[in-house]
């Protein structure tokens, strides 16, 4: 992207829901060495995820290691040339530690865990403005997606979170605030601070302030000293110390996994992007505008890129069961072998032969907002196969999608573009077939680029910003249509796009009030 020729490499950390990678780009934004690994899912009760926050140590430390060492191999000097390294993690993933042993005081409760629905059904009974009371301060209604239930249910339900909170002893984050804390010393002085992408994530973050709400600390009783410092997205945070890969380096970007990927796809004001993992997320970037949804959506920061950067705004559609349901498919039933045959299976068929599909495993997120949901499989016939099945897992990844971006346009009525194009990225997009779908049932064309590992690219991005290495300018141009992109076109008529989506509002109706079914 930069026009000089000297060597400059950014790292990037990616600690996701389900692996860690660590990614080394050079300047010309290219991958010169990475390494990945997969960690455990930790499933106590149904409907509770958890993970070990040590091995998600672990993880980063070992992709750190390996990635240089696979760099080096290509004939890379990294010590000679790396200049910063940047962070992205999922979002929301609540930790609680000891910052004088620096140990978990409880596993990290991850995003998608649902154990704090009676939490969440408390405090909408209690507030005046019930589900929406905190929406106008900090984007976010009253969910079990969110930080600040989580940290609720540890504060009343963790004896050592009490212990440690009561003797001033406790730090909460979340994994980004995890990870820079043992990143830059640990229990020997490390940094506890977290970005405003992830903060804005929490329930407890003024958006308009971008500092932590009192009012909504005093409401929720959560004490304000066991909270990181926020800080913006692209800014030099403070040098890795002993005991890790790559001492001494800064870390000067950090951001949660969904914005990263916006900065990755370089998303201006009203484009949008998709990013399919464990979830999918679509956010559509409002410019430097807070703009309330009226349709099911959250209000959230998108990026700050700099201390004295201005904040930019998004509108987002979380869905919480995309990729995950394909794993389900390969781990729980043994339907597949591996994520990637998934494709091949669902090919051998044109439709899904009337089977619709709702992987609301833990209830529906955006636009629903039905935590009282679960899975359903309606329309199944003799004569339906594992090829349909499959076919019908792709399409509800799809069918959610869409229901996210309609809200999105007609909470964007009147401002968009005439013609809409969604910018992909995630693991899923290799699917042809999945990509293909997306087009039809939007009936917009959907655009993949040639890296579709954005969520790195965006916190590399972020850092190489802070130390020089890109401007803002150049990072924003990369956004433009690229000939190696690749760009689905739906196919589908209107007529059938129309009775398809007619039936999976049928199928999703069903999802509701099955929480407390008998097991």
Not at 94 to 114: C, E, F, H, Q
Request: aromatic share 8%.
């Amino acid at each position: 992207m930069a026009k000089t020729k000297e060597a400059a490499f950014i790292g990037s950390i990616d600690q996701g829901t389900s692996s860690t990678r660590f990614i080394i780009y050079d300047r010309n934004s290219r991958c010169v060495g990475s390494h990945q690994v997969e960690f455990t899912q930790l499933y106590p009760q149904a409907g509770w995820v958890e993970h070990d926050p040590m091995e998600i140590l672990e993880s980063v430390k070992v992709c750190m290691a390996k990635a240089v060492d696979n760099a080096s191999a290509e004939g890379h000097n990294v010590d000679a040339a790396l200049k910063a390294i940047g962070l992205t993690n999922q979002r929301e993933t609540t930790l609680v530690w000891s910052k004088s042993t620096g140990r978990p005081l409880y596993n990290a409760i991850v995003w998608m865990d649902v154990r704090t629905t009676s939490v969440c059904r408390r405090l909408e009974k209690e507030m005046p403005g019930g589900r929406t009371h905190f929406v106008e301060t900090c984007g976010l209604p009253i969910s079990t997606y969110f930080s600040a239930m989580k940290l609720i249910w540890l504060m009343e339900n963790v004896d050592a979170v009490k212990e440690g909170i009561k003797k001033k002893d406790a730090l909460f984050g979340t994994v980004d605030s995890w990870l820079i804390w043992n990143l830059t010393g640990g229990v020997k002085g490390g940094l506890h601070v977290t970005d405003v992408s992830n903060a804005s994530r929490t329930m407890l973050m003024n958006l308009k302030t971008l500092e932590w709400d009192k009012p909504t600390l005093e409401t929720l009783k959560i004490p304000a000293e066991i909270l990181p410092k926020i800080i913006s997205n692209s800014e030099i945070i403070g040098k890795i110390t002993e005991g890790w890969p790559l001492v001494g380096f800064p870390i000067a970007g950090c951001l949660g996994d969904q914005h990263a990927a916006m900065v990755g796809q370089a998303c201006k004001k009203g484009e949008a992007k998709s990013t399919y993992g464990t979830g999918a997320f679509i956010l559509r970037n409002t410019g430097e505008e807070v703009v309330h949804s009226t349709h099911g959506l959250l209000t959230t920061l998108a990026f700050k890129l700099g201390s004295k950067a201005p904040a930019n705004y998004a509108l987002e559609g979380s869905i919480a069961i995309a990729g995950a349901a394909v794993q389900w498919l390969r781990d729980s039933l043994g339907v597949i072998k591996s994520a990637g045959e998934i494709e091949e299976l669902a090919s051998q068929v044109d439709t899904t032969g009337g089977v619709y599909f709702v992987p609301a495993f833990n209830g529906l997120f955006a636009p629903w907002w039905r935590d009282d949901a679960r899975g359903v499989c309606i329309g199944i016939t003799r004569f339906t196969s594992k090829a349909h099945i499959a076919r019908a897992v792709l399409e509800s990844m799809c069918f959610q999608v869409k229901d996210v971006l309609d809200s999105m346009h007609k909470d964007a009525a009147g401002t968009e573009e005439e013609e809409f194009l969604l910018r992909v990225d995630g693991g899923a997009t290799v699917n042809n077939l999945l990509m293909q779908i997306q087009a039809d049932l939007l009936g917009s064309p959907v655009v993949r680029p040639a890296d579709i590992e954005t969520t790195a690219l965006g916190a590399a991005y972020a850092a190489g910003l802070a130390v020089g290495v890109w401007t803002e300018e150049e990072i924003f141009a990369s956004g433009e249509k690229s000939k190696s992109d690749t760009t689905f076109r739906p196919k589908l008529n209107e007529e059938l796009r129309k009775k398809k989506v007619d039936s999976w509002f049928k199928a999703v109706e069903r999802t509701f009030d099955l929480a407390d079914l008998s097991i």
